[in-house]
């Protein structure tokens, strides 16, 4: 089904609501959908993208469908972050569905295991496990491989949400002349679907690669008002401070209570472990020259 529509797709808006991150959009569209597997792996989906791991814990039994018991696992793991090890052996034991390949690649990216999260989904040819591939390629800086991987996505299906998402990113990732594609893309999802706090944050993430820092704080701030714990949306208004017009004290005083903030909706985010790792560094070049006076 090119561009994950047809005549008789009632999946659609629930699975473009997904992709853009709406996910209680998505969650109220299943409501008036037939039930099915396909809708079942969306909705849960959705509810882990709202942080009710709970849920599926509660509703996914031990003899579910393979598919949905990676959804447990992947619930389990973002629950207790240091249970990857377990999680990766209950995942093994699974046969090996579509699912089960896209959770297990995330939980190595979780874990910054990016060249096992790529062989995670090396062999799938799908929209998402190609999307996810381009995702860890450029984690590494791979651009050039990332954008080989998105020209088969667009040769596949080039009207994909998912494809015109990772179009967005491979084209951010390069910041070449084609960089204002970025900006109309997201612009064409908002139009199209809803201005959720992901495509937001896609859109402040050009803002700030173009220097429109007013644009970028404008876009998050309008993303916080729509989900205030979202927290790319926070750790991207901390980034976004550096670049204003306020006093060196008030960008201090903001970020710290921001700061405070994104440690408590995901201690476990990049953003927390990138300062964490540059004050450690900090910590031990300080020592250093402290220890030659």
């Not at 992709?19 to 079942?40: F, M, V």
């Not at 199209?192 to 704080?217: I, V």
Request: aromatic share 8%; charged share 25%.
């Amino acid at each position: 089904q090119r561009g994950n529509m047809s005549s008789e797709d009632v999946l659609y808006n629930l699975r473009n609501n997904f992709y853009i991150g709406a996910y209680q959009a998505a969650i109220n569209e299943a409501d008036s959908i037939p039930d099915s597997d396909e809708k079942s792996i969306f909705v849960y989906r959705c509810y882990i993208g709202l942080g009710n791991h709970e849920l599926l814990q509660d509703e996914i039994q031990d003899d579910s469908a393979p598919s949905l018991l990676a959804l447990k696992y992947f619930a389990q793991y973002l629950q207790d972050r240091s249970s990857a090890k377990e999680i990766f052996e209950k995942l093994s034991k699974l046969s090996q569905t579509e699912q089960a390949a896209i959770v297990t690649a995330l939980i190595h990216y979780y874990e910054n295991e990016i060249d096992e999260g790529l062989r995670s989904v090396a062999s799938m040819t799908t929209i998402e496990s190609m999307s996810l591939m381009v995702h860890g390629l450029l984690m590494l800086n791979r651009v050039d491989k990332a954008e080989e991987i998105y020209k088969k996505m667009q040769l596949q299906d080039e009207d994909h949400t998912v494809t015109a998402l990772t179009g967005t990113w491979v084209t951010i990732a390069k910041g070449d002349q084609g960089l204002k594609d970025a900006y109309y893309q997201f612009q064409e999802l908002i139009d199209k679907f809803a201005a959720s706090p992901l495509l937001l944050n896609g859109l402040a993430a050009y803002n700030l690669k173009t220097d429109k820092f007013e644009e970028a704080q404008s876009a998050l701030q309008e993303s916080l008002e729509k989900n205030p714990t979202h927290p790319d949306t926070i750790a991207n208004l901390i980034s976004c401070a550096a670049f204003s017009e306020k006093t060196p004290k008030q960008i201090t005083q903001g970020s710290a209570r921001q700061i405070r903030q994104l440690k408590a909706n995901d201690p476990n985010h990049v953003w927390l472990n990138k300062l964490e790792k540059f004050e450690n560094d900090f910590d031990t070049v300080s020592a250093r020259f402290s220890a030659k006076k």
